[in-house]
């Protein structure tokens, strides 16, 4: 009996080693694209993905400083000093950069910032609240061949921003008027917004 249970014991964890062994094996074929990645590869990843937040929080804080302005005290000046200054802070950074950048959305307000078709595949990894990703990097190749490290970096919908990209009716005039294709309203509190889209060229760097 007693030889039995040992042996039993012995198997288990026979079992158990091979389990640990194919996890141990599963995990290293998963981290095998993040080891490929080169060091200098990663930084520069990191670099854009600071930028990012940074660029969120500073939308984050601009629309804080409406939130007690109604809809009719919002006009084309005060936007001036929301979306806008964003826009033209991740400009100014991707020129001074020699990157591409862009916002996308699936709803977009400006028609220049409509999301292109094949991006669309992102939205529901943005959209599962259970399991999102902070950001995408991926390869991709530009018209003229070069390699590009493409950065997907997602922008949520925080209350602040509901006064101009809430209820369709309470958008203010200025808004209504000059986006007559705006879709960038009936946003809720935490929804997906859009995305920054980031190219950073990586041939040169690559064979310096
Ligand atoms: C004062 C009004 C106002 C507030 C508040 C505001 N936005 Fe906007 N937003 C706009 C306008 C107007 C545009 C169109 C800008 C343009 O012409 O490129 C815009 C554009 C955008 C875009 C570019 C994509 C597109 O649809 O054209 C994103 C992304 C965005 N807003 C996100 C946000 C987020 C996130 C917040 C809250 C943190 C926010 N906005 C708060 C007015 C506002």
């Known amino acids: 009996m007693k030889l ?26 998963g981290s095998i694209p993040l080891l490929a990645q080169p060091k200098w590869e990663q930084n520069l990843e ?14 984050q804080n601009l629309a804080n400083t409406i939130v007690n302005k ?9 936007f001036k000093n929301v ?16 990157f591409e950048a ?8 400006n028609p220049q910032n409509v999301l292109p078709s094949q991006y669309q595949k992102f939205l529901s990894q943005f959209q599962n609240k259970a399991k ?13 061949g070069n390699t590009v490290l493409e950065i997907i970096y997602p922008i949520y919908v925080v209350s602040s ?16 008027s000059k986006y007559p294709n705006d879709l960038a309203y009936n946003f809720r509190d935490g929804d997906l917004r859009g995305f920054f889209l980031i190219r950073a ?5 690559a064979n310096p």
């Open 4 to 29: 039995i249970k040992v042996l039993n014991h012995m198997k288990l964890i026979k079992r158990l080693n091979i389990v640990t062994l194919l996890s141990f094996i599963f995990t290293m074929i």
């Open 46 to 59: 990191q670099e854009i993905i600071n930028k990012l937040k940074e660029l969120t929080e500073l939308r």
């Open 70 to 78: 109604r809809a009719d005290e919002i006009d084309e000046t005060i």
């Open 83 to 98: 979306c806008a200054p964003v826009g033209v802070a991740l400009q100014n950074w991707a020129n001074e950069k020699g």
């Open 102 to 109: 862009f916002q996308k959305s699936h709803k977009a307000r």
């Open 132 to 144: 999102r990703p902070t950001h995408i990097t991926q390869h991709a190749h530009t018209e003229s």
């Open 161 to 176: 921003c509901l006064k101009c990209h809430g209820k369709a009716e309470d958008r203010p005039a200025f808004i209504k």
């Open 201 to 205: 060229p990586l041939t040169n760097k």
